[in-house]
């Protein structure tokens, strides 16, 4: 035994635990040990620490002391209860349920009802004077505990059930007497023990310990590991096991089970919302097997019961200050509560309930910021159905996840992800999914069910998926058998056939249907503004989370843009400039047939020929910009492909040439095209003539774009502007590169200046995209005013990874052997790049104190990247228009000091 495991405590009762221990007690455990103390009525019970599960991961098996802390824990609780685990004649059972610091809906194990045994059957009869409710609860626990802890096909206890059914002539379980469930026990022993070869265990401690064992083990599941790496939830955090006193929520008509939401969690709204099953236990809600009915209906079947619970839903939303879901089981009238925690929610509602909280004055502006996050506003940037298409409803259910999404239909998650892979959109159709769909629903635009709940499996996870979902759609008849589905009047949508859901409203259309842009781009875009009297509340929500965002934020936001209409979007988006114009797009289209003339002379007067045709050009790209960005910085790059970019394809070429010669009518200038074609052919372009390279090599190019910046700039102040532009040199490795395009920068800005008669300010500044770049930044500073990141080409050279091609071919592999959680062309890889970024920044503000620094990469607009820049200290990010709302929410919320996932 290593002194850790001695000194370690693998076992804490309710009473001992709180809701900051979830690293250790698990979400379950923490939260239910908040609520022991709060008071609140949960059943006695203990949790097993998370540190012990990954004991047993990393060793095969449990602690050592962990045997005795149960038993002295299970004595205690006994004692508590005044009886037994298992006693015959006075049972105690328990639930045994896993619970990690990360909710994984559905993902992991539970089993209810242990110490059931044929010893105890009876005992628990005579206790419940119902002796039906004694053989449904054994028939469950032979079921769950064959599944989940015997490995047994569950699909053998769904048969034999069936089977059951139909021999009373009846669908409904509850049709069932007790006689009917003592030979479904018997008949699920005899499935145990043909499947197994042993006898269902009748011990009960053993039965505990197997199933603890169980549950540890389901976190290694296939379909979890899954789980978190779409969720980012790191492999090694274990899950710990909670050991609860059963309450029954099967005994008659006074008992049921349900869930519940302190508030809407697809609106925000406040008010009654949840769903509730008489005589029945819990997963028979979350599975969504038998429909339930509103929550609101239990105000009628049990007045105090629901009363109770109103009130401690308003106890809880206050103790947490935010949305809290609940589950709840009633026992004879009297409530237990089994579960809280901070509910997941969809984006809209997360904007909503953070405005909400701030206006009750539960929480402040900073504490908002810390409910949302960036990929939640991302998703509500997302277009939805065009209110008036016309199109053909075909079904209308539960908006449980909120999204427009078309596709074609499928009605198994094999053929999801197949289908996705070769490129089709799908919706995938289920009477209701369960944890193995998973693989489908995250292939899968949307998911569709006929059955279920906002609570249901496929609701809750669609949510944390960010995934359009309609469920409980109950009037569709979806045949997964026969990958068909029948609407209301007898029309059939078969596999293939393209079908349209709407998360925000639930309803179901035959066919595509057109999408328009959502309300939240309107009004970044300024065709709707939030204080206009019929300004949708969603609106309202992320302009004040906005606003809070911008109140505290460091970090300014640019935009990466190299037009004017770009530009102005940016700006409209709140832009606070361009951070990088990337100008190789200006040369492309009609233009091409100067710089191949340019690529082509053969004399310095042709060379110049052409140039001098490019610089009009280009100068009026420049006005437009600076006029688009006036008043704000325009960082403008120099050019930087490989210039073979610019060419006609080689084979395209060759071709067209030896067409010719056969025909003997041979075009000189493809003959010179193809020769500058193969003359500058590379291996490696990526790493070839591009760049600063280049405007070393061909004379005269740079200093037309310098020429062509600093005239646009001088037209600009002659119309009463503010142009602002800083000139950027890409692609530079060593400072002497640097040095002699300054110099011959600062010539022809000084020539430009004494021709217009102005004071351009100008500033010359490079990309640090070169680890070369990165390593000697502080030379590098003495030649540059500003610093900007190029991190796609820095993690393309600190990884050696080829931008264009690593991602389709072996990054899928990296990513399920878990060599990276993220692609690092995704977000930043803060230990390699990322320590580049922060020595060179340090090292260039040693050099030049107040060096102005930035990031245009595609890093730029990530929300974890974000908060890297705004620790390493950058002054802008810079990102495509598209995603400025989200660099400056989380930018916003670096500064209220919070990472990006910490919403989750
Ligand atoms: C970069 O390399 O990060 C960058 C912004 O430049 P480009 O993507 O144009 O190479
Ligand atoms: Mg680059």
């Known amino acids: 035994m290593s002194e850790d495991q001695v000194s370690k405590k693998f076992v804490y009762d309710f009473t001992e635990g709180n809701k900051d221990l979830k690293d250790l007690l698990g979400g379950k455990g923490a939260n239910l040990a908040e609520m022991t103390n709060l008071g609140l009525p949960v059943p006695p019970g203990f949790t097993i620490t998370t540190e012990a599960c990954k004991v047993y991961l990393e060793t095969g098996a449990e602690p050592v002391a962990l045997c005795d802390e149960v038993s002295a824990h299970l004595e205690a609780l006994e004692r508590q209860m005044g009886k037994r685990l298992g006693q015959p004649d006075n049972p105690l059972l328990v ?112 039965q505990m310990d197997l199933a603890v064992r169980a549950v540890f083990d389901s976190w290694n599941t296939d379909r979890a590991k899954l789980y978190r790496r779409q969720e980012r939830i ?18 008659g008509a006074d008992s049921g089970t349900g869930v ?70 009633i026992e004879r009238g009297k409530l237990w509560m089994l579960q809280t925690r901070v509910g997941k929610r969809t984006a809209a509602a997360a904007f909503r309930i953070a405005t909400q909280l701030v206006d009750q004055g539960l929480i402040d502006e900073a504490e908002a910021l810390q409910r949302v996050n960036g990929a939640q506003l991302a998703q509500l940037m997302f277009p939805r159905f065009e209110e008036h298409a016309k199109s053909q409803r075909i079904g209308w259910g539960i908006a449980a996840s909120p999204g427009a999404a078309v596709g074609k239909a499928v009605f198994d998650s094999y053929t999801a992800v197949k289908w996705s892979r070769s490129g089709e959109k799908v919706i995938l159709i289920r009477r209701e999914t369960n944890p193995d769909d998973l693989n489908g629903m995250i292939a899968a635009e949307g998911i569709l069910t006929s059955r279920g709940g906002k609570t249901s499996h496929a609701a809750v996870v669609a949510r944390g998926m960010g995934k359009t979902c309609v469920c409980g759609a109950e009037e569709l008849e979806v045949d997964t058998k026969r990958r068909r589905m029948t609407v209301p009047g007898g029309a059939v949508i078969e596999e293939g056939d393209v079908v349209s859901i709407d998360g925000s409203s639930g309803k179901v259309y035959v066919g595509e249907v057109p999408v328009v842009p959502s309300p939240v781009v309107e009004y970044f875009e300024g065709r709707m503004h939030a204080g206009a009297d019929d300004a949708d509340e969603l609106v309202q929500a992320v302009h004040r989370m906005m606003a809070y965002a911008d109140r505290v934020r460091r970090l300014r936001v640019r935009a990466n843009a190299d037009n004017a209409e770009d530009a102005s979007r940016a700006r409209r988006f709140g832009a606070q400039g361009i951070g990088l114009c990337r100008t190789e797009h200006m040369f492309l289209g009609e233009r091409r047939e100067l710089v191949e003339r340019l690529i082509l002379a053969d004399t310095d007067a042709e060379r110049d020929e052409a140039l001098s045709a490019l610089l009009p050009l280009q100068k009026a790209d420049f006005i437009e910009l600076l006029e688009a960005m006036d008043g704000l910085p325009v960082t403008v790059r120099l050019l930087d492909p490989p210039l073979h970019e610019f060419l006609p394809d080689i084979t395209e070429l060759s071709v067209r040439v030896a067409l010719a010669e056969s025909r003997k009518d041979s075009n000189e200038n493809d003959l010179r095209l193809l020769q500058a074609v193969h003359r500058l052919h590379e291996q490696n372009p990526m790493l070839g003539l591009r760049g600063v390279r280049l405007g070393l090599v061909i004379p005269g190019l740079f200093a037309m774009q310098v020429r062509a910046i600093a ?19 890409p692609l530079v490795g060593t400072v002497q590169e640097l040095e002699i395009v300054r110099d011959e920068a600062e010539k022809v800005i000084a020539e430009v200046q004494a021709a217009t008669g102005t004071d351009l300010k100008i500033t010359l500044g490079t990309m640090i995209e070169l680890p070369r770049a990165a390593i000697t930044a502080g030379q590098i500073a003495e030649a540059a005013e500003f610093f900007s990141f190029g991190t796609n080409d820095l993690t393309q050279t600190v990884w050696g990874f080829s931008r264009d091609d690593v991602e389709a071919s072996f990054f899928t592999a990296y990513l399920e052997k878990g060599i990276f959680g993220v692609s690092p062309f995704e977000t930043i890889d803060r230990e390699g790049v990322g320590a580049l970024v922060r020595s060179a920044s340090e090292a260039g503000r040693a050099t030049r104190p107040g060096l102005k620094l930035g990031v245009c990469g595609e890093h730029g607009g990530d929300p974890e990247s974000v908060h890297f820049f705004h620790e390493v200290g950058l002054d802008y990010v810079s990102c495509s228009p598209f995603r400025i709302p989200v660099a400056r929410l989380e930018a916003g919320r670096a500064a209220a000091g919070k990472r990006s996932s910490d919403s989750r």
């Not at 509730?276 to 809600?285: F, S």
């Not at 001088?714 to 602002?724: F, I, L, S, Y």
Request: overall charge negative; glycine content about 8%.
């Open 95 to 206: 639930s045994v349920r896993s619970g990690a610091k990360f909710s994984m809906p559905g993902m992991m194990d539970t089993v209810l009802n242990i110490g059931l045994s044929d010893a105890s059957v009876a005992g628990l009869a005579a206790q419940a004077g119902n002796e039906r409710f004694a053989w449904d609860s054994y028939r469950r626990l032979i079921q769950m505990f064959g599944k989940t802890v015997l490995g047994v096909d569950g699909e053998l206890f769904e048969e034999a059930l069936d089977e059951a059914k139909r021999a009373k002539n009846t669908p409904n379980d509850l049709d069932l007497d007790a006689g009917d469930l003592e030979r479904l026990v018997d008949h699920f022993k005899e499935i145990v023990a043909k499947q197994t070869g042993h006898e269902f265990p009748q011990e009960p401690r053993e």
């Open 711 to 729: 005239e646009a700039a001088a037209h600009r102040r002659n119309v009463k502007g503010d142009p602002r532009p800083e000139i950027m040199i």
């Open 260 to 329: 519940a939401f302190t508030r809407d969690p697809a609106s925000g709204h406040q008010g009654v919302y949840g769903d509730y099953l008489q005589n029945a236990q819990g997963e028979d809600v979350v599975a969504g097997i038998r429909n339930t009915v509103p929550l609101a209906d239990l105000e009628q079947l049990d007045k105090s019961s629901y009363d109770q619970l109103m009130q401690i839903m308003s106890t809880l939303e206050t103790h947490y200050k935010d949305l809290c879901d609940i589950e709840f089981t």
């Open 234 to 251: 790191p492999g090694d955090l274990g899950t710990a096991v909670n050991i609860c006193s059963m309450v029954f929520g099967n005994l």
